[in-house]
């Protein structure tokens, strides 16, 4: 059976002619290595960035008529040095956003220029896993045939 293997790229949205914002932001204030488009995309505009080593892309694109999308949407980048990454941002005058803790998952929220939300967040370890509702209105652990959950 064929299996997904990975997310190869994430793509967010950009208002037209705001492309050095969108360098600013993804390649100084973050970090990431812009690279090239293929040739065929190449007039659409699009600035792509190498997010990590295993090839993972982020694709910033333009949209005419950008509206905000649900706060709940974001991309998450998962750094090795939370401080770090949270220092270099304040210096480039970006606004952190505080969260909800996660057990080993110390995280927080930034705006891109265009207002797409995004997490950081260090992994140090698992986190506590809540118990899965399998839609029937009964947490996993009532549900299952064991009677010391």
Request: glycine letters at 8%.
């Amino acid at each position: 059976m064929a299996t997904i293997q990975r997310i190869q790229h994430v793509s967010v949205p950009m208002p037209p002619g705001r492309e050095a914002e969108a360098r600013q932001f993804y390649g100084s204030a973050l970090g990431l290595e812009e690279v090239a488009p293929p040739e065929e995309l190449s007039r659409l505009r699009l600035i792509w960035f190498r997010v990590g080593e295993a090839d993972a892309e982020l694709h910033c694109f333009t949209e005419e008529g950008l509206q905000p999308n649900t706060p709940a949407q974001h991309l998450c980048f998962q750094v090795d040095d939370l401080d770090a990454v949270r220092e270099r941002l304040i210096q480039h005058g970006v606004t952190i956003e505080p969260t909800i803790e996660i057990h080993h998952r110390p995280r927080f929220f930034i705006r891109d220029p265009f207002g797409n939300s995004i997490e950081i967040v260090q992994i140090l370890g698992r986190y506590r896993m809540a118990e899965i509702d399998g839609g029937h209105g009964e947490s996993a652990s009532t549900s299952r045939s064991d009677p010391n959950p």
